[in-house]
């Protein structure tokens, strides 16, 4: 079976012209979500993380079964005013606004490894955010792995000068 077929496209959602892509029915199948999770670990294992960080709220169900399946730690990154201990946040633009992401600020030791995982890369801003965040926590980032990258929306570029090592297990193009 192919994975990507799993992955429902809803056309004109949330807006005319945008195709959504629908991640509810790979999550919904366990050999699918387990095969897709299993991909992520393959791209994350050689770059030897100490810690996985999850985007609010769909990287943390990849992020976590990833690091689950690695042995390793979870760092949440929230939406703004969801975390309860003092934070760091970094604001973003968006397409028709600006948000803010939060992490803990003891989250993570100086120097510790860590690779960021969300359900999608689009336009890269909020991925790029939370890498900015890790990175003031004093981590280092040495990947960003995504389920779905949107290539059209070269989300991707604004990695190209960081050494943070970009990968996505499903490439859409239109």
Do not use: W
């Amino acid at each position: 079976m192919d994975l990507q077929e799993m992955i429902r496209t809803i056309p004109n959602y949330p807006k005319e012209g945008i195709k959504y892509r629908d991640i509810t029915t790979l999550i919904k199948d366990g050999p699918s979500f387990r095969a897709s999770i299993d991909r992520l670990v393959k791209y994350c294992e050689p770059l030897k993380p100490d810690l996985i960080a999850g985007i609010d709220a769909r990287g943390f169900i990849f992020g976590s079964a990833v690091a689950y399946k690695m042995n390793l730690g979870f760092i949440p990154i929230r939406k703004e005013g969801k975390l309860p201990a003092k934070t760091l946040n970094e604001h973003y633009e968006l397409e028709y606004g600006t948000d803010c992401l939060e992490i803990h600020e003891d989250a993570i030791q100086q120097g510790e490894k860590v690779v960021l995982v969300d359900d999608l890369l689009a336009t890269g801003g909020t991925a790029k955010a939370a890498q900015a965040l890790l990175t003031r926590c004093g981590s280092k980032v040495v990947g960003a792995g995504f389920l779905i990258e949107l290539n059209l929306l070269n989300g991707r570029n604004l990695f190209r000068h960081t050494d943070t090592e970009v990968f996505s297990i499903f490439d859409f193009d239109d």
